[in-house]
């Protein structure tokens, strides 16, 4: 058995300080290393002042989202994990006959995308929409609908705790810089932009209210106000008349532009879906 030297016992010999020189020699390397990671690592925290809207609420709130026998949206991803199953249409096809639930992790993480065999962009519900319409062969669902937003909450939740992942799409480019513009543009009687709020204002109070700095993290949300679920577009068409602007119609491709801009915006973010706000 190896016994360890005592205090007492004579310093290292010459064979012994050799034997650890190597060791030695390489300590100041390897803590230069470290160090340097560890300010790297720092520096991008630091440099990195983006907050989720999760973060601009109370604790009681923080809460409701993160138990989920409290959160409400998680009423729509019961419903939604039922409709998964459930054939519809023309063609008696489920969800659950193409896609395993595990298929769906990270998918909502990486929308808005371009599908196949076309040239623009469709987020979530519009995916849900397409494979009704070319899969299932059935009609499709009322824009902001329980069941629309049922599956699109359970698809969602799949991708909860992901970073936010942008397709490495360049189509979807001009797409995105029509988001910015329109992100920066002024509109409505009240000569707003969506800048002038979340980027300018980000963090001051509205009506007893942080003003969020509009990273869609955790779409489709429940609201508070609302008493319901509902997804990106309808909290956009909610800021438009908030600012008297009139609102793009619900299939207007101006919405989707505009979540390409604030995905890309949110890159990196962690995705919280099904979200809950005030």
């Given at each position: ?80 994990e039922q409709l998964w199953a459930k054939p519809a249409g023309a ?41 009704r319409a070319s899969h299932q062969q059935a009609e499709r669902l ?40 329109i992100y920066r543009r002024r509109q409505g009687q009240l000569n ?87």
């Amino acid at each position: 058995m190896k016994v360890s030297r005592s205090k007492s016992q004579s310093p290292l010999t010459l064979p012994e300080r050799m034997r650890w020189r190597p060791a030695l020699a390489l300590l100041p390397v390897v803590f230069a290393a470290s160090f340097a990671m560890a300010q790297a690592g720092a520096d991008k925290s630091a440099s990195d002042t983006r907050r989720s809207g999760y973060q601009d609420m109370g604790a009681a709130l923080q809460k409701m989202q993160d138990d989920d026998t409290a959160n409400p949206g998680m009423l729509y991803v019961q419903l939604g994990e039922q409709l998964w199953a459930k054939p519809a249409g023309a063609a008696s096809k489920a969800c659950a006959d193409c896609h395993s639930v595990a298929d769906m992790k990270g998918v909502a993480a990486r929308y808005p995308a371009i599908p196949e065999n076309s040239d623009r962009p469709i987020d979530l519900e519009g995916r849900i929409q397409l494979c009704r319409a070319s899969h299932q062969q059935a009609e499709r669902l009322a824009p902001e609908s329980r069941d629309l937003l049922s599956l699109a909450a359970f698809v969602a939740r799949q991708s909860r705790g992901l970073p936010i992942a942008p397709p490495d799409d360049a189509r979807l480019a001009p797409f995105r810089s029509e988001g910015e513009a329109i992100y920066r543009r002024r509109q409505g009687q009240l000569n707003l932009s969506c800048a002038i709020c979340h980027d300018d204002n980000a963090g001051k109070k509205l009506a007893g209210v942080t003003i969020p700095q509009a990273h869609p993290t955790g779409y489709p949300i429940y609201r508070l106000e609302w008493q319901a679920l509902g997804s990106l577009k309808r909290r956009l068409r909610n800021c438009l008349v908030g600012i008297r602007a009139e609102a793009y119609p619900y299939e207007a491709v101006d919405y989707v532009a505009l979540e390409v801009f604030l995905m890309g915006r949110a890159k990196g973010m962690p995705f919280e879906a099904p979200g809950v706000r005030p």
